[in-house]
Structures are given as C-alpha cells and as structure tokens.
C-alpha cells in the first residue's frame, strides 16, 4: 500500500549533521565499549530460555528487598545484561519495570485529549505539578523539561501553526530519592502514537542511514525512516519554533549532567510503543557522539517497542554499551514490526534487514493452564503468527488495543512469573477513537494500520 500522495518528506530535515554539536556544551570523553557483549536473549515470564553468559551476579547478591536497591542499582539497570535476575525474577527488577513503567502512563495521564481545552494534545498540567496531577506526587522525581515532536510531512488535515505535539518529559530524582535508589537518576520518558501525524510515521518503514555523529557519519547504520523524521525534524519553517526532539533531549540532558557531573548518575529512558523506539534512537544517540562518561550506565526499559533499525545499528548499540531490557506481550503484534520475515534471523542482506535490540522479556497469557516448566519458544510464537493460526482471535476489535495498551504491560509485569491469565478488557475501540477526537480520515489511517499488520503476519 503507498501513501504518496499524502506524504512529503522535506530531505532537508534528514541533514542531521547540522545538530550543533558545541563542545563546551558536551561532556567530551572517550565512548564506554561493553567488555560482555549486549546479548539479544528472549526469556519468558515464569520460563526462560536463555544462553548462559559467565556470571559475576551471585544468587544472594540481589535480594528481594527494595532496601538492596543502593547496592544493585547498577545490576538493576543492566550492568551484566540482567543475567541471574530472569530466573526467577527477581522482585526488585520486577518492582523496577513497574516503576518505570508508571512513568511512562503518566505520559498518557497527563496528555490532553479534549479538542476543546487550550493545551489540546499538549500536558494538561505544568512542570511542577504533573506528578501529582496524575496522582503520584511522591514518586521522588521533578520535572525538569517537557519534551516536543513533530513530523516533518505534510499531509490534508493538518492545521498551520505549530505542529509540535507533546511527547514526553525529562525529570530527575530527588535528594531523598538518591537515598533511596542509590544514585542520581536522569530519567526521559515517551508516550506512544496518538496523533494523526504520529500515525502515519508509523507507515514510513523503509531503513534510512542515521547519521546522528557529524564526525563519522557510519552510513550503513541504518533505522526507521518514520521514527528518525520525528525524532530530528524541526520547525524551522514556523515563527518561534521549537527545535528538534533531538536538540532538545541532548541540550538538557547535557545540561543535567553538568550540573550532576560530581554525584553517582545513570540515565534511563523509558517509553511505550513509538515511544519506545525515540528512547531508542536517544540512547544510540547518546552513547554515539559521546555525551556521557563512561561510567555512567545508560539503560532503556522499552515497552510494547518495535525494531528500530538493522543489525549493524544492533551491533554498534552493543558495542557502545547500550543496554537495553524489552518487555513484550506475546500476543502483542507490534512488537513483530517492521521486519516480520526480514529481521535479525535473516542472514542475508543484513544491511536491509530490522533487528531486536537487547534482552527480550516474553509476557505470554495465552495458555494459563501450561506447565512453567515447558514454556513456549519463540520460534514457536513467531511460527504461530506466520501461519496465521488464530488470527482472527489475534486482531479482534475489541482486543487490539488491550494487547498493546501500557496499562495492560504493568498488568500482567504485576502477574509475573505467575502464569495468570490476564483477563482481556474488552476495550470499545470506537469509544476509544471517538475520545481522541478522531476524524473519518484519521479512521482510513487506522484501517489502513490493521490491513498493513494483517498483510505482513500472513
């Protein structure tokens, strides 16, 4: 299906060499290179099929008592690829997830869906307040920048103006919290796709070079063309613009590591769906141009996320120390995408194929009743969604949303390792789209989204 008389990609916001990349701003240091390897692993809530790596993690290293946090935070974060800490899982990484998890639904919960209101499809609530607007204000964070995006294409339905849409924000652990978790902690959070521009970013798959460090540009690292345009593109055309996501994430990123540049630190990125995939190109971002030094650990908690690019932008990700925990429900199609045939198993044209990256945590619901002893490969689940086998069941109305809902993530985390069968929703996708204010032509992009899904997996 081609889209192009809707799309119009402006080339120009693809010159990301233009980032101003000021050395007085950024923290130089040589780039952190991981001595173990950032191993692609699935491993499957209650079972796990894993390739064992020579572990530094004892048994009783990671107790099951949040008091254990100061002392292995940095395991809790990836430092030996969460080895030792899956099976079982460990009720500190669990609380962790769920955690982190909660920062991304606040995203959600604080994002303005009334057309009505006069912060539509931006925060409903300021900086200072948003945690407790949406009823977590003890979380032990503050705010300190609410992060835009937009999309550098043009398509009927939008309006002028500005077309930045709220995305996310970066906020930074207390001094009580430090206590707590034992560092200093930098936390960018994304949401996933709800605006009509986000929607059809998400049908731009094709792999395009990233680009993102102007002194070696390493053009056959490749990502998704949708998600690089929203994350580099810029207003530049608009009076009083914003600039790119890109170029606001490192400006106050560099900006919080200066001001921290004495204390124990870690940066964490989390998001949900599309949002996972920004938390993504973030880290490579960082991790790529040097922004950080080494010993500060640098870990995205990635939710319901697609790929993101191919296996050399896998392989440079590992090399550069990227560590990276993916939480995905089995049922959840999305997180087949792009890539359904070629993708990292494919080992031919590995230039041009989409690849994972990281630890793949498998939430799988669909048989409460089997034995945690024999649990399903993936290889089996990809198997059953290639032939199709309950497809019907697999995209029903009333379900499509429920499977990759953030909501029903912390759900069934919650449940884990219990093999619990997390009771589906039910949700009214109708009234769903109705709430976003959704027009008839942002239904042909929806409908459009479920036929493309429906295409590949078959």
């Not at 880290?283 to 690019?309: H, N």
């Not at 069968?421 to 008839?440: A, P, Y």
Request: charged content about 20%; some cysteine; overall charge positive.
């Amino acid at each position: 299906m081609v889209f192009k008389p809707l799309l119009k990609v402006n080339s120009s916001c693809m010159n990301l060499t233009k980032f101003p990349l000021n050395p007085a701003v950024i923290i130089n240091s040589e780039k952190s290179y991981s001595s173990k390897p950032n191993v692609t692993k699935k491993i499957y809530c209650g079972t796990v099929t894993i390739t064992s790596l020579p572990s530094s993690l004892s048994s009783d290293r990671v107790c099951n008592n949040s008091a254990s946090l100061p002392l292995n935070w940095r395991d809790i974060q990836g430092l030996n690829n969460w080895e030792n800490l899956i099976q079982p899982l460990s009720p500190l990484l669990q609380d962790e997830i769920i955690r982190y998890g909660k920062f991304v639904t606040a995203c959600y919960e604080a994002f303005d869906l009334n057309p009505n209101s006069k912060r539509y499809l931006n925060c409903k609530h300021s900086k200072n307040r948003m945690f407790l607007a949406v009823g977590w204000g003890d979380c032990g964070y503050t705010v300190t920048k609410y992060v835009y995006a937009t999309a550098n294409i043009n398509v009927p339905i939008q309006n002028g103006g500005s077309c930045a849409r709220w995305i996310g924000y970066i906020a930074v652990s207390s001094d009580e919290e430090v206590k707590r978790i034992g560092r200093r902690d930098i936390l960018v959070t994304f949401r996933g796709t709800v605006t009509y521009q986000e929607w059809i970013v998400n049908f731009m798959s094709s792999l395009s070079p990233a680009r993102l460090d102007p002194n070696d540009p390493k053009p056959d690292i490749m990502v998704e063309a949708g998600f690089l345009n929203l994350y580099t593109s810029s207003e530049t055309n608009v009076r009083f613009g914003l600039g790119s996501c890109r170029e606001q994430l490192l400006s106050e990123i560099s900006r919080l590591l200066r001001i921290y540049k004495n204390e124990e630190l870690s940066i964490t990125l989390a998001g949900h769906s599309m949002g996972s995939s920004l938390a993504m190109l973030l880290a490579y971002d960082i991790a790529e141009v040097g922004l950080k030094q080494p010993s500060v650990p640098l870990t995205v908690f990635s939710f319901a996320g697609p790929r993101v690019g191919n296996v050399h932008f896998k392989e440079r990700c590992e090399e550069l120390g990227v560590k990276v925990l993916r939480i995905v429900n089995a049922n959840d199609p999305i997180t087949k995408l792009p890539g359904i045939i070629f993708n990292e198993s494919f080992s031919t044209w590995r230039s041009a194929c989409y690849a994972h990256v990281g630890i793949e945590l498998v939430l799988d619901p669909l048989k409460p009743n089997e034995d945690e002893t024999n649990g399903m490969s993936g290889i089996m689940i990809d198997q059953r969604i290639k032939k199709g086998v309950n497809m019907m069941e697999f995209f029903k109305i009333d379900d499509i949303l429920c499977v990759h809902d953030m909501q029903t993530y912390i759900e069934m985390i919650k449940n884990c390792p219990r093999r619990s069968r997390i009771r589906r929703k039910g949700v009214d996708m109708i009234k769903k789209l109705k709430e976003m204010n959704m027009t008839s032509v942002a239904w042909i992009y929806v409908a459009t989204t479920l036929v493309v899904l429906l295409t590949i997996l078959v």
